[in-house]
């Protein structure tokens, strides 16, 4: 009997023996679908490794699921698990200790952000580390030279005045379908990868989610938020992803060897 490696909900499931028997272009076709998950997969965990020590960076991780009618599709989902906080002192190194994002304002639209060692630009303008300016409630932070605090709620003073609040919002469903030509994420951190509203676009699954209420928002000044990513489970990740994309290739050639043994008897029989 040859058997072939499936997916459904992120999980590795056989064929039924007759898939194999009687179907063997089904069979060869459930094979090439789970090939595309691990290889998904490996692209991903190698883009998360690669991120382990990158400030604020969220993991990405692969899901597989029926689509109406039998179509299998394989997307990737953020890992919303917050990271360990790292006090660096720096007063514009931010991180929220719960749930919510700081928004910057990029030239492809806003984007979510979950921490960053942010400077400010001759203008005073509180940027990350690409130039892209960190926005708050009324747009982008402008500052004053002078002592600059940001309070738990987000609020900004310099020299005892508050100067701004920092847009604080929450999390975002960001799902997303594998298609040919998606490129992963870049490597930069600062919540690469997540999604942004660009100008002009309307509601979506990618608009950017409402403000967070006062009581929800807890900003850490001098604070970075580490990566999320353990190096140690992407290596481990990386063995099984190995061993069963090589587990998918044996059944595709037994499939193949399967059909072509029927095919020549078919041939002798004619």
Same mark, same amino acid.
């Given at each position: ?9 992120g999980d590795?499931?056989t064929?039924r ?11 060869l ?12 997969r490996?692209?991903?965990n ?23 009618g ?14 360990? #906080? =790292?006090?660096?002192? $720096?007063p514009?190194?931010?991180a929220?200790? @719960? +749930? %919510?994002?700081? *928004?910057?304002?990029?030239p ?5 952000v ?25 747009g ?15 609020g ?5 005045e ?7 919002v929450g999390?975002a469903?960001?799902?997303?379908? #594998? =298609?040919?030509e998606? $490129? ?6 600062? @919540? +690469? %990868?997540?999604? *942004?509203?660009?100008?002009?676009r ?22 970075l938020?580490e ?10 990740e990386m063995?099984?992803?190995q061993?069963s ?10 499939l ?15």
């Amino acid at each position: 009997m040859a058997r072939a490696l499936l997916f459904t909900g992120g999980d590795c499931i056989t064929l039924r023996e007759e898939d194999s028997m009687s179907g063997g272009p089904e069979g060869l076709r459930a094979a090439g679908h789970a090939l595309l998950y691990w290889q998904r997969r490996q692209e991903v965990n190698t883009h998360n490794l690669a991120n382990a020590e990158t400030a604020g960076f969220r993991a990405r991780r692969v899901f597989a699921e029926m689509l109406e009618g039998g179509i299998p599709t394989v997307g990737t989902r953020t890992d919303t698990r917050v990271g360990e #906080l =790292r006090q660096t002192g $720096a007063p514009l190194d931010l991180a929220l200790a @719960g +749930e %919510g994002n700081f *928004v910057v304002q990029t030239p492809n639209g806003e984007k979510l952000v979950r921490s960053g060692s942010f400077t400010l630009d001759p203008e005073g303008q509180i940027i990350d580390a690409t130039g892209n300016p960190l926005l708050g409630t009324t747009g982008p932070l402008v500052v004053p030279p002078g002592p600059l605090e940001i309070d738990a709620r987000g609020g900004v003073t310099v020299d005892g005045e508050q100067v701004g609040r920092l847009r604080i919002v929450g999390e975002a469903e960001s799902a997303q379908p #594998l =298609r040919g030509e998606e $490129a992963l994420p870049g490597g930069r951190g600062l @919540g +690469e %990868g997540d999604p *942004v509203r660009a100008p002009g676009r309307g509601a979506g699954p990618d608009e950017i989610p409402d403000d967070l209420p006062d009581e929800m928002i807890t900003v850490r000044q001098g604070y970075l938020e580490e990566s999320n990513v353990s190096a140690l489970d992407s290596l481990i990740e990386m063995t099984t992803i190995q061993r069963s994309f090589e587990a998918v290739q044996t059944s595709v050639r037994t499939l193949d060897s399967i059909m072509e043994t029927v095919a020549n008897r078919i041939g002798r029989v004619d």
